[in-house]
């Protein structure tokens, strides 16, 4: 099953200062955290953000290209998590003919935001993305050395009510 998706925000990972791309269930809560690279993180930023360059980034490049063949795209999705790395595909709409086409999660997402095409996540990379980011909760929560307890319990709590927008990453 596909589940519907939007982009939430982009948010900072405190923990590895990394930037990290949220997705948001459209019909649900749940939110698909993936880390990404600052380039891409910069092309969602600028595209969320309604931010003009003089010239155009690859993203906006490659929705030129497209545009200019006639080429549409109609979805994204991400269809697999294996040893910590997404999967994505793009599927193009070629004088009617469809193709997927293999890409990185960030890049899809990046090129959707342009396009206008649809983001979607196979529910079973909800289910196994789920246990990666409690995994890599508690390995983080394990690595917070000298703190007690209750400080950790503490911190817990207090990254779980932030709210993603308030860590809205900006070029």
């Keep these: ?33 993936i880390w990404i690279g600052i380039l891409e993180a910069t092309s969602i930023a600028a595209k969320l953000e309604n931010i003009q360059f003089p010239r155009p980034l690859t993203h906006d490049l490659m929705k030129n290209i497209f545009d200019f063949l006639g080429v549409k795209v109609p979805k994204i999705e991400i269809v ?3 040893d910590n790395t997404y999967y994505a595909i793009v599927t193009l709409d070629i004088e ?22 649809e983001i979607f996540v196979k529910e079973e990379v909800l289910e196994k993305s789920q246990v990666f ?14 703190a007690t307890e209750k400080d950790k319990e503490k911190l817990k709590e207090i990254l779980e009510q932030l709210d993603p927008k308030h860590f809205k990453y900006k070029m």
Excluded: Q
């Design 96 to 117: 009617g003919k469809t193709f997927d086409v293999d890409a990185r999660p960030s890049d899809a997402v990046a090129l959707a935001l342009r396009t206008g095409a």
């Design 80 to 82: 697999d998590l294996r």
């Design 1 to 33: 099953m596909k589940v519907k998706m939007v982009v939430h925000g982009i948010a900072m990972d405190p923990m590895s200062n990394s930037p990290v791309m949220l997705l948001k269930e459209v019909d649900g809560d749940r939110i698909l955290p």
């Design 133 to 146: 980011t409690e995994t890599y909760k508690k390995e983080k929560e394990e690595e917070m050395v000298g």
